[in-house]
């Protein structure tokens, strides 16, 4: 293998934690090449890192410290609990819609949102309920 570059290699469909990286340390200094198992590599991985594009992840992940920002399309296929004194926030204010056609007000089943005067539920994809809001 070591008479072929990189890009010649086989492609591999997907990772396992034991599968290795090549390493290259202190390359504008005194480089040295190291392996690392892809569980180790991963498990390094700042709390703060940026993903952008797709994230898709299985089985029992969890996301911990004190702040999570989840932006654009989520989709969640299981439950989302939040538990202890944690907030879940809706932070886009909506207006009132016209009616309670989801279909006509380009609403999908499932969906809630708010205005300064309701709390509204798309219950299915034909139907949107509503709950008004008052001071306390």
Same mark, same amino acid.
């Given at each position: 293998? +070591? ?8 492609? $591999? +469909?997907?990772?396992? /934690?034991?599968? $290795? ?7 504008? !200094?005194?480089? +040295?090449?190291?392996?690392? /198992? @892809? ?10 890192? @940026?993903?952008?594009? $797709? ?5 029992? &992940? =969890?996301? @911990? !410290? ?8 989520? &989709? ?13 926030? =809706?932070?886009?204010?909506? &207006? ?5 056609? #989801?279909? /006509? ?13 309701? $709390?509204?539920? +798309?219950?299915? !994809?034909?139907? =949107?309920?509503?709950? #008004?809001?008052?001071?306390?």
């Amino acid at each position: 293998m +070591a008479d072929k570059k990189v890009t010649a290699l086989n492609a $591999l +469909a997907s990772v396992t /934690s034991d599968d $290795l990286f090549l390493i290259v340390n202190d390359p504008q !200094g005194t480089p +040295a090449s190291y392996k690392v /198992s @892809a569980k180790n590599m991963f498990k390094s991985v700042p709390a703060n890192t @940026a993903i952008k594009g $797709l994230f898709t992840t299985t089985a029992n &992940t =969890i996301v @911990a !410290g004190n702040q999570a920002n989840v932006s654009a399309n989520a &989709t969640f296929s299981s439950k989302v609990t939040v538990s202890g004194d944690k907030k879940f926030i =809706i932070s886009t204010k909506s &207006t009132n819609p016209g009616n309670s056609n #989801a279909v /006509s007000q380009n609403v999908t089943a499932g969906t809630i949102f708010y205005s300064n005067t309701h $709390l509204y539920i +798309a219950t299915d !994809g034909n139907t =949107i309920k509503r709950i #008004a809001l008052s001071t306390f």
